[in-house]
T-cell receptor, first 115, second 112 residues
Framework: KAGVTQTPRYLIKTRGQQVTLSCSPI?????VSWYQQTPGQGLQFLFE???????NKGNFPGRFSGRQFSNSRSEMNVSTLELGDSALYLC??????????????FGEGSRLTVL | SQQGEEDPQALSIQEGENATMNCSYK?????LQWYRQNSGRGLVHLIL?????REKHSGRLRVTLDTSKKSSSLLITASRAADTASYFC????????????FGQGTELSVKP
């Protein structure tokens, strides 16, 4: 069974630009979560989607958005990039969502550098 | 905000020794999970312990949970150089609707 696939793996953008990251979950997984990882703040929860609905959202500005498609694939978008958005963005999928969260399966991440 | 705090932040041991990492959290939880991350890679799930469990084993891993103290520990026995990684605890809090909140992690270095 293929794992969680994130694209692109690496990208460089400049301030003010926008970026779209993609995540394909494990087949059969309907929950997709996104996390931002930085050396200073650690792993911060961005949002979680289940059956195309955003179920949970972290404490990030509106520049960070996401969506989930009917095939459970998910995208996240960051608009008007700032230097502080440089981070490793991790996507994770799971079988269940809401209430009791089970094991998360993570992708290798998309490393975004903002210049 | 971070739910879990881990201790120590960094740990350096010799191969064959045991490594113990601790995690404290603030609110009641459904379960607590431990993950491992090799440098710059994705996280890998190690073990999940539910709030009504006190101890769980998986291979060389032993996890304990004390809900009265809101703390957990991860013990890796007979460590190997390949265990070198960052280890994170993550909590599924009852009022968080299913998202995991991660601690800052413990960076483990196992020297051959």
């Amino acid at each position: 069974k293929a794992g969680v696939t994130q694209t692109p793996r690496y990208l460089i953008k400049t301030r003010g630009q926008q970026v779209t990251l993609s995540c394909s979950p494990i087949s059969g997984h309907r929950s997709v979560s996104w996390y931002q990882q930085t050396p200073g703040q650690g792993l911060q929860f961005l949002f979680e989607y289940f059956s195309e609905t955003q179920r949970n959202k972290g404490n990030f500005p509106g520049r960070f958005s996401g969506r989930q498609f009917s095939n459970s694939r998910s995208e996240m978008n960051v608009s008007t990039l700032e230097l502080g958005d440089s981070a490793l963005y991790l996507c994770a999928s799971s079988l269940v969502a809401g209430g009791d969260t089970g094991e998360l399966f993570f992708g290798e991440g998309s490393r975004l550098t903002v210049l | 905000s971070q739910q879990g705090e881990e201790d120590p932040q960094a740990l350096s041991i010799q191969e064959g020794e045991n490594a113990t990492m601790n995690c404290s959290y603030k609110t009641s939880i459904n379960n607590l999970q431990w993950y491992r991350q090799n440098s710059g890679r994705g996280l890998v799930h190690l073990i999940l312990i539910r709030s009504n469990e006190r101890e769980k084993h998986s291979g060389r891993l032993r996890v304990t949970l004390d809900t009265s103290k809101k703390s957990s520990s991860l013990l890796i026995t007979a460590s190997r150089a390949a265990d070198t990684a960052s280890y994170f605890c993550a909590t599924d809090a009852n009022n968080q609707g299913g998202k995991l909140i991660f601690g800052q992690g413990t960076e483990l270095s196992v020297k051959p």
